[in-house]
């Protein structure tokens, strides 16, 4: 758990670094820290916007791990592909697949309204939930878990979203387990997720 | 393995049959292979298109614009993916085909961006497409809806890399 910890922190870094681009949390990215704290550095409270228009804070999560995933809807491939996995995945956990958390949060809070976001996930597992919120809110809670995200305009006065792709294991206290990397097979993912499941009764 | 094999099977042939239906302007050089586009999440913007342009001439040749009533504007994009961030970049140069050659519009690579659906993509639906290229003029094809999660993967033909192979070649009438 450490170890991928470590690494998830050791591939982020070198993007920042290859890339140059902006990075939050810049400062607890520097290799010479150790894995625990890297591990411990990711996620944080939050307050947010439920899929029903209603508040919601990383209280609402507390008390059973979580799988996180940060995307938009105007995403033609990447997200839809992994909100399908996820919902595969939920569907293989039986009945213990509501032993954890499923949330869908936008990185493109201008578009993505809480009505946008209830419809769009009404095309998958009906355990997945969605938050958006302010444009400050969604870069607070991008900083903690470490999405990077970037606005790229196209042509016609619109715009792209440059995000990551990993969907975030978290223990029942909010605490970093491992991620999920886009499009990892259905065992590997079953795996860790059945390793969330088994978290649950003992957190 | 997923689901979706049988389902993504029975689209691609139905992609096979639809695609023979590409009409060039004549003299065009270029043909439009295996073309789908991924259904929608209700509510969704945006869709995505993937073919294999295949350029039998012998001079190369662009794509540089693609229209539809589909969609209020069709964009050539490009996807990246560095480090578990996916990039997304917008062609506006267009995508060259090489002379003899080919290119994939797949998954995770060059594909046509649908921005602003006029409606909703369900699986078995399917729309009209004209590519224009800047020698060989306007291409029309048929492009047959696939489920939301569909890859070329799932097809299980394993020929979209840019060669005409695993099924019947598709050539224009």
């Known amino acids: 758990m450490m170890r991928t910890g470590h690494a998830i922190m050791a591939a982020v870094t070198g993007f920042a670094v290859a890339a140059g681009v ?8 520097a290799p010479s820290r150790g894995a625990g704290q890297a591990s411990a550095a990711i ?11 209603a508040p919601v804070t990383e209280a609402a999560l507390a008390g059973k791990p979580s799988a996180m995933y940060f995307g938009y809807t105007f995403c033609p491939e990447a997200c839809p592909t992994t909100l399908l996995d996820m919902s595969r995945w939920i569907k293989k956990l039986g009945p213990d697949a ?3 958390n499923y949330v869908f949060i936008t990185i493109d809070p201008q578009r993505d309204t809480p009505k946008l976001m209830h419809s ?14 302010t444009p400050e809110q969604t870069a607070k809670v991008a900083k903690e878990y470490r999405v ?16 990551s792709t990993m969907i975030y294991l978290m223990d029942a206290r909010g605490r970093f387990v491992t991620v999920i990397p886009y499009q990892d097979d259905d065992a590997s993912a079953m795996a860790k997720l059945w390793n969330l499941v088994a978290t649950a009764a003992s957190s | 393995v997923r689901p979706l094999f049988t389902l993504a099977g029975v689209a691609l042939l139905t992609a096979a049959a639809v695609s023979v239906f590409a009409q060039g302007t004549g003299t065009a050089s270029i043909t439009v292979e295996q073309p789908w586009a991924r259904a929608t999440p209700a509510g969704a913007q945006t869709s995505a298109a993937y073919m294999t342009l295949d350029n039998k001439s012998s001079s190369a040749d662009r794509l540089i614009g693609v229209s539809s009533d589909v969609a209020a504007k069709l964009q050539i994009h490009e996807m990246t993916m560095i480090n ?17 050659g080919s290119v994939a519009l797949k998954p995770g690579s060059y594909h046509i961006m649908l921005i602003g659906l006029q409606r909703p993509l369900a699986a078995g639906d399917s729309f ?30 394993g020929s979209m890399q840019g ?11």
């Open chain 1, 22 to 29: 902006v990075f939050f949390g810049v400062g607890l990215i």
């Open chain 1, 43 to 53: 996620g944080g409270p939050f307050t947010l916007v439920d899929d029903t228009g």
């Open chain 1, 98 to 100: 509501d032993k954890l």
């Open chain 1, 120 to 133: 769009y996930l009404s095309s998958f597992d009906k355990h997945i939930r969605g938050f958006t919120g």
């Open chain 1, 148 to 163: 990077y995200y970037k606005r790229i305009p196209t042509s016609d006065g619109g715009y792209l979203m440059d995000h």
């Open chain 2, 84 to 100: 578990g961030v996916m990039q997304m970049r917008q062609l506006t140069d267009g995508l060259p085909v090489p002379a003899g």
């Open chain 2, 128 to 157: 009209p497409l004209t590519l224009t290229f800047a020698k060989a003029g306007n291409v029309s094809v048929t492009v047959p809806v696939r489920a939301i999660g569909a890859t070329p993967g799932d097809s299980g033909m």
């Open chain 2, 163 to 173: 060669k005409p192979g695993g099924m019947a070649p598709m050539e224009m009438k």
